[in-house]
């Protein structure tokens, strides 16, 4: 199956996601690796989306699910979030919420995802969002690129979020997606010859497989969690904002729902 019919395939599974679930799909993008901008030829398609109920819905006295786990295989992963847990999400500044947003694949959006586009980069909390992508790096390197024998695709698994950090210190916002974009803004000069090359073989291999440790990328690696780590901990913690525009935005799209 080509990738133009696996997209057209995504589009039919999102209309029946729709109807059996008498829901409507706000925003629904590529989330893993396509998005990011190094998928190997077997990627599995990440989709994720954003939807609404009916207004009843969330009247309900009984506790109800805000989670759609719709296919799970090697080719799709497919799952969503209910408005009201992304919108929940966003004012404690998870930083999924505008990984989601600022995808560059786009399968589906609406109107109304464009009213929460509006106001949720006002949500963006620096320190929040160095701590999640700093975090992340350190548990992949330490799980999988520390040793002398390496998982070599698990590379970019720790340099995408040290770049994420990297952009937010020195921009105060939300990370693009693209790892080119991070690479180009924020990679020192002389790691981008070792890095292109290991793009190359994961773009266009199936399995990057395991190697000998790239010892100038390590030791980049290293210094940055150094630097990143004594910038969080200098970040003064920031003040949550206010529910009000959340509130408002949500019953917005409740009377559009």
């Given at each position: 199956?080509?990738e133009k019919e696996i ?170 997606m693209l790892f080119s ?77």
């Amino acid at each position: 199956m080509d990738e133009k019919e696996i997209i057209s395939r995504i589009q039919q599974k999102l209309t029946e996601i729709e109807e059996k679930g008498d829901i409507k799909i706000l925003h629904c993008v590529e989330s893993g690796s396509r998005s990011w901008g190094f998928a190997s030829p077997d990627s599995d398609f990440d989709v994720r989306f954003i939807y609404i109920r009916k207004p009843e819905f969330y009247l309900k006295l009984g506790k109800t699910r805000d989670v759609i786990e719709w296919e799970l295989n090697d080719i799709y992963d497919i799952n969503g979030w209910d408005i009201q847990k992304a919108l929940r999400l966003l004012h404690n500044s998870n930083p999924t919420v505008f990984e989601w947003n600022h995808s560059p694949i786009v399968y589906r959006t609406s109107e109304n995802w464009e009213k929460v586009r509006e106001i949720i980069n006002d949500y963006f909390l620096s320190r929040t969002g160095m701590n999640h992508y700093l975090s992340t790096a350190r548990h992949n390197y330490k799980e999988y690129i520390k040793g002398d024998e390496v998982k070599l695709k698990k590379y970019f698994y720790v340099l995408r979020p040290i770049l994420a950090c990297r952009w937010i210190m020195d921009r105060g916002t939300p990370p693009p997606m693209l790892f080119s974009e991070l690479m180009n803004a924020e990679l020192d000069e002389n790691l981008f010859d070792p890095v292109n090359k290991l793009l190359e073989i994961k773009m266009r291999t199936s399995e990057l497989g395991t190697g000998k440790r790239i010892d100038v990328i390590n030791e980049y690696i290293e210094k940055q969690f150094e630097i990143l780590k004594e910038k969080l901990d200098s970040m003064e913690r920031e003040e949550q904002k206010s529910w009000e525009k959340l509130d408002e935005l949500f019953l917005s799209l409740l009377k559009n729902a």
